[in-house]
């Protein structure tokens, strides 16, 4: 049993200022779809998803349930958006090279842009190239449908990204 | 064969409350007066049989078979006879259903493997079946009386997740496509049930750069398709004139089709009229030919694109399978919920 975290002392950055979105004006078509953005889908993801460093070894109080904005696992321009095509690609970086945990935070960036967008929407996950040791095993599974369907019927497995995406501790 | 020109959407099937994962048609239906009937299954842990009205040509759902599977029901096959359904899970388990008077009945489970089982396919004599899971094996079974199973060997081979087994049609071959990118064939070694590996098609043998999600055979045997996360598929052959002292005819790539999906092929089915028809994660089905057009220069067959359909589905197409019976009519599952039929017609 591991007794320190992976990550005792992760660089936290400051939490960017959200850019103000300008009203569409009362003359636009109020029934018109709104187009999502990179900046949308990034405060889907960095805002809502807090990161249990400690959660894998089983320890009981959460000690780093810092954002992924924070600890710049997930930036606004790693997210490649288009609406038109309903495509979304989110690169992250894990905050170590070998960090276990990588494959749980694809599969919560996953889990949450499920909820959150279209049923229309065809998602890649990966993490940043040159950012892990087995970058191609990583993204492999994190992009293979059936296996992330069937780790979702794993209850423990769920419960953890639940936690993640909406902390009980808030 | 008379050219197709068009893919007509005969009908979009509901009830299912999750993605539909893979279908099969019942083989001894749609001849014979029988009406035509298969069976899908979904992420809901149901299988659901359907069935086309004589009267009305319409489809309703005719059964839900579920309260078996705890899990993902991934795939199912029917027996030769059409009396026998098998079903594999994520709960581990192949269940085998009986169908007595309308009503399925659930009459054996396999147990065996670790985790998810994600293939299940019969022999052309209906007399063994092979099984397929994450837990990188492929088992192969024995059908005897009474509604009994026996496990006769357990494959060892593949390095990763295996995806889809298939028997061969007319010879006493299993073949499996896996996440290690791999096609791989067994075969018996006489009546020992002491099977093994005889080949890999792997990037060597210009095999496939990503995972093999699934394979087909044309209609006598001597070719096969194979679909990938690579985006290709990828055209095979076996020439017998090649066959070894052991029985084994070795197999070889002919064609790779590129270009035509731009996210991961899920399945593809190889027709009785030679048409093959892919379904992939792009929402689109698309049907392929074998190019009679080229010069003979080229050494071997080539094959082309006959005809494509976007947005087949709202949501990725999880497998394409061809009917049984005289007319060209297709079914397509998909991660909508939803199954559709589909005509394929030369007006």
Redesign the interface.
Known sequence: MVSELINANPVIYERKERRVRSVPSAAADEYAVEAIDQQEIFDILSVRIYLYLCILLDIKDPEHPYSLEELKVITEDAIEVDDGCGYVRVTFTPTVEHCSMATVIGLCLRVKLLRSLP??Y?VDIRVAPGSHATEAAVN?QL?????V??AL?NPGLVDMVDECLSPSYE | MELAKELREIQTLEGHTD?VWSLAWNPATGVAGIPLSFASCS?DKTVRIWEQNPSTSSWDCKAVLDETHT??V?SCAWSPSGKLLATAS?DATTAIWENVGGDYECVASLEGHE??V?SVCWNASGSMLTTCG?DKTVWVWEALPGNEFDCVSVLQGHTQ?V?MVQWHPTRNLIFSCS?DNTVKIWADDGDDDDWACVQTLGEANNGHS??VWALSFNASGDKMVTCS?DLTLKIWGSDDAKMSADGFAPWRHLCTLSGYHD??IFSVHWSRDNIIASGA??DAIKFFVENNDQDGLVDGPSYKLLLRKENAH???INSVQWSPGEDRVLASAS??GTIKIWELTSE
């Open positions: 049923s229309r065809k492999k992009n293979d449908k059936e296996r369907a069937a019927e | 993605r992420g899990r993902t991934r994520f985790n998810e994600k994450r997740d995806k996440y990503s995972t996360d996210r991961t994660a792009d709202e949501m990725d991660d909508d």
